[in-house]
């Protein structure tokens, strides 16, 4: 018999015998931290089944989060004819990781482990490609001067980081790319996998694996934008029934997630509180309304689980106390969230957070920006500022007088609207902060510790002290 021939008869008779396994095949692993910091490790993957999972040497098979799927045409924050169904012909798996492992892998690939104490924390923001229909032009998605998310979550990556926190926003490419706009010309779009695929998990590639991920939930992963992939892919938690937001009538289920608690640092006592805020809008609520007790019960109970910790970071996407440009009157910024303001203002009046909240981290807004009190609010970190398209500039000098919420005199004010990330790193009780530019170079440096933080001026506008 010829050699070929033989061969031949090989690898059918062991592929029939099921001697040869299936190739364990993941698109996109990476490690997402829950309630009380559980690991759980994600795996995204066009395969028929999901991969396993090694730790520390042991084979154990990851469970399908999702399974692939097309979610019929529900109403979303377009007009039909501007929408789709979301195809997701993926499976989402996933695994939790127990206390003490090692080492984990999937697909020969390691897995980021939690750190005990972590040292250097990366923050970034707002990261998708905008592409709305109506909106004025879109962003050329191709060209990395206009849409650097990949350059900023490839510089993050290189500083080594412990952890990751995202503060929302993954997902912008809502509408098709409208004609005439060469830039984003043949862009995958709708809330789709292509759209996820493309605006987040493969620019954010490098950074996915570098370290774990502290995710929060933003406005355009409410359901009725990219809510269902948030549900698929990102949320660590279990997906309760009727929470995946693939029909309109569950939205009041879908839009609202329980605040969960992750403890950063044993020795320091310090613990984060991440908390969705997704669906506010910008005006004060009314208490009788569900966003209001909804959001009254959570922060009560959040605030409650963390009183004897002593210190807190809150983080949420929409900044409570941070400013906003405002284009048709550049000396009236905008405040900071009334609706959120409103709940916190019936807990804790005038200075809205229990005197255990260190700082707030948040996005949103399309910079960098520090914001501290000559009142006992704490202090309000925004960084939005890492691949939609960045705010306009406040005027310089700010606005003397301005408050982001009545009664919170400001001390200080550092901000930025230069494409980057920001970097948090340990220093005995306190934090070293940092905001860079997408290439790495230091835009400014602050000190935080004892519910204060102050910055080194940025050589660009936006200083006030």
Known sequence: MKPAIVLWLVVVLTGCS??????????YKFVVLGPEGVPVARAITAALRCPDIVLDGVVRAMTVRMPAATIPLRPTR????????????????????????????????????????????????????????????????????????????????????????????????????PAGVAGCAGSPWGFGWDAWRADFFEPARTLLAAAPWVVIRGN????????????RFLDP????????????????????????????????????????????????????????????????????RTAKTPRIFFINHHPV??????????????????????????LYPAVLFPPNVEALLSGHNHVFQMVSFLTAQPPQFLSG??????????????????????????????????????????????????????????LTTCTLGERHATCAPIAEPWVRR
């Open 18 to 27: 099921g001697l040869a396994p299936e190739p364990q095949v993941s698109d």
């Open 78 to 177: 377009s007009a039909p004819a501007q929408s789709k169904p979301s195809a997701f012909p993926v499976l989402t798996c996933e695994a939790v990781i127990p206390a003490g492992t090692q080492r984990a892998t999937i697909a020969g690939d390691a897995l980021p482990l939690p750190k005990v104490n972590p040292q250097r924390i990366v923050v970034i923001g707002d990261t998708g490609c905008r592409i709305l229909y109506g909106a004025t032009g879109a962003q050329s998605c191709d060209d990395p001067a206009h849409w650097p998310f990949a350059r900023v979550a490839n510089t993050a990556a290189a500083v080594s980081p412990d952890l990751v926190i995202h503060v929302g926003d993954y997902h912008y490419r809502e509408n098709a790319c």
């Open 220 to 231: 355009h992963e409410s359901c009725a934008r990219a809510g269902q992939g948030w549900w």
């Open 237 to 304: 938690r279990p997906v309760a029934s009727r929470q995946d937001c693939n029909a309109a009538v569950d939205d009041d289920i879908g839009d609202y997630s329980e605040p969960y608690v992750v403890p950063l640092h044993a020795a320091a006592g310090t613990e984060f509180i991440v908390f969705d805020s997704s669906l506010v809008g910008v005006t004060p609520l009314q208490p009788a309304t569900l966003m209001y007790r909804n959001y009254h019960a959570q922060l009560t109970a959040a605030f409650a």
């Open 321 to 346: 106390l941070g400013f906003a440009a405002n284009p048709s009157n550049p000396q009236s910024p905008f405040p900071g969230n009334a609706g959120l303001q409103s709940v916190l203002q019936n």
């Open 385 to 442: 500022n890492s691949g939609d398209w960045v705010d306009q500039p406040f005027p310089t000098p700010f606005p003397p007088n301005a408050q982001p919420a009545p009664g919170a005199a400001v001390q200080e004010i550092v901000a930025s609207n230069r494409f980057g990330f920001m970097s948090m790193d340990r220093v005995g009780t306190g934090w070293v902060i940092t905001a860079w530019d997408l290439d790495g170079a230091p």
